[in-house]
T-cell receptor, first 112, second 114 residues
Framework: NAGVTQTPKFQVLKTGQSMTLQCAQD?????MYWYRQDPGMGLRLIYYSASEGTTDKGEVPNGYNVSRLNKREFSLRLESAAPSQTSVYFC???????????FGPGTRLTVL | ELKVEQNPLFLSMQEGKNYTIYCNYSTTSDRLYWYRQDPGKSLESLFVLLSNGAVKQEGRLMASLDTKARLSTLHITAAVHDLSATYFCAVVMYSGGGADGLTFGKGTHLIIQP
């Protein structure tokens, strides 16, 4: 049982490049989330998926797209990366009852 | 809009002392979470508080929830160096389709000195 996994762990992009951050969970959770963490800001919700086939915007969705590929996988795409998207990205999932949200190890992204 | 405020944001304390971190939130919610984060690491779940008056304890940490006051506290008893970390509180919002995700406070950076 790996919990929530993310790839890659680190990434450096140039402005304008695109990339997809991958996330998978093996806990059979319905709800999955993408957050970004910036110094002094806590974590902010980018997008979430309450169930397979549905996605919704969070607090800071601009510049991102998401895909809930199946119940296990939830990807985050940057179509044209900007320096303002330099951050640490965390994927998370939560089971029914919403008693505990599990976080992945994070992806550290730098956009030059 | 749900807002979550923690204070203090930075705390330096000595081993053996007691202290409390406060978490206020702006709208009704029935779940409050406390997380710990070590530098360069992910978030580790500490407590999930589900109802008014809930109190949970784990080692030197104790968390409580007052939903009427929209206030949670994280109390540290006889602090030890290993508790140095950043602590976050977070509150969940619900829509008709399910949980909308967590809204986090900015975190309390705790340093415990020998």
């Amino acid at each position: 049982n790996a919990g929530v996994t993310q790839t890659p762990k680190f990434q450096v992009l140039k402005t304008g490049q695109s990339m997809t951050l991958q996330c998978a969970q093996d806990m059979n959770h319905n709800s999955m989330y993408w957050y970004r963490q910036d110094p002094g800001m806590g974590l902010r919700l980018i997008y979430y998926s309450a169930s397979e086939g549905t996605t919704d915007k969070g607090e800071v969705p601009n510049g991102y797209n998401v895909s809930r590929l199946n119940k296990r996988e939830f990807s985050l795409r940057l179509e044209s990366a900007a320096p303002s998207q330099t951050s640490v990205y965390f994927c998370a999932s939560i089971g029914t009852g919403y008693n505990e949200q599990f976080f992945g190890p994070g992806t550290r992204l730098t956009v030059l | 809009e749900l807002k979550v405020e923690q204070n203090p944001l930075f705390l330096s304390m000595q081993e053996g002392k007691n202290y409390t971190i406060y978490c206020n939130y702006s709208t009704t919610s029935d779940r409050l979470y406390w997380y710990r984060q070590d530098p360069g690491k992910s978030l580790e779940s500490l407590f999930v508080l589900l109802s008014n008056g809930a109190v949970k304890q784990e080692g030197r940490l104790m968390a409580s929830l007052d939903t009427k006051a929209r206030l949670s506290t994280l109390h540290i008893t006889a602090a030890v160096h290993d508790l140095s970390a950043t602590y976050f509180c977070a509150v969940v919002m619900y829509s008709g389709g399910g949980a909308d995700g967590l809204t986090f406070g900015k975190g309390t950076h705790l340093i415990i000195q020998p």
